[in-house]
């Protein structure tokens, strides 16, 4: 009788064969649900509980004792700082555009902060017409990749918001960072918390086979940049 109260969202805590069998049942009968579970040392109950789970494929994500409440709560907190941070770093960019200076062809906003003098290391940052445009719509893509994902994250929620700010931070720097060194830098630097989002947050089954194909395909192209900028160094200098 048990699988008839089975909702879209489970938490479980310990370990039952009762409720897992309940959870089955409730499989069987088509009802389509996914399994929150914390871990129970030092028996490792959580654990038995979500290898049971797996093997008879219901969805299935362990989670910390501290990130229960994240989970029960859907990290609503975090979700609302987020979002709100996300449209002020939207509403400050668009002063950005405003005070563009459309007639002067050369870089605008532009610095230089000398990393290492030695090596010619230079932290050099400018924004053009083209490259204007393209940070104002990586800010915008943040609000709505959060909004998007407002429902289907429920666990681990500050470190989903965190990589995402992370990931616009990377690409602000792709856009206006004028030194080809760290161009290469920051470019490849946006695989690590895109490897890590689709690797923990990714739909399906085989999310962690998706997340090393990601990792691999993509640092094939880079290694063939990598080689053409060490060519440009060595005949340009």
């Known amino acids: 009788i048990g699988w008839k109260i089975v909702r879209k969202r489970i938490f479980t805590h310990c370990h039952s064969s009762h409720v897992i069998d309940v959870l089955k049942e409730a499989k069987k009968r088509g009802k389509k649900f996914e399994v929150y579970n914390s871990e129970t040392r030092p028996l490792d109950q959580g654990r038995r509980t979500a290898k049971e789970l797996a093997k008879a494929r219901i969805p299935v994500t362990m989670v910390s004792d501290l990130e229960a409440g994240d989970v029960l709560t859907k990290g609503g907190e975090i979700k609302k700082v987020g979002l709100i941070n996300s449209f002020l770093l939207l509403i400050c960019s668009s002063f950005m ?13 532009e610095e230089n902060i000398v990393i290492s003098e030695k090596l010619n290391f230079i932290y050099h940052i400018g924004v053009d017409g083209i490259s204007l445009f393209f940070i104002l719509l990586t800010i915008l893509l943040l609000p709505i990749c959060l909004l998007s994902s407002w429902t289907t994250i429920t666990y681990r929620v500050k470190e989903f918001y965190l990589l995402l700010y992370i990931i616009t931070l990377l690409l602000i720097n792709v856009f206006c960072v004028l030194d080809l060194l760290l161009f290469y830098i ?52």
Do not use: C
């Open 97 to 109: 555009w405003i005070n563009f200076d459309i007639s002067n062809f050369n870089y605008q906003y």
């Open 186 to 237: 920051f470019f490849e630097s946006v695989l690590i918390p895109m490897f890590l989002i689709i690797g923990i947050w990714g739909s399906r089954d085989r999310k962690i086979h998706a997340a090393y194909q990601f990792f691999l395909y993509t640092l094939f192209g880079s290694v063939i940049m990598l080689l053409g900028i060490i060519y440009i160094y060595i005949n340009v200098g």
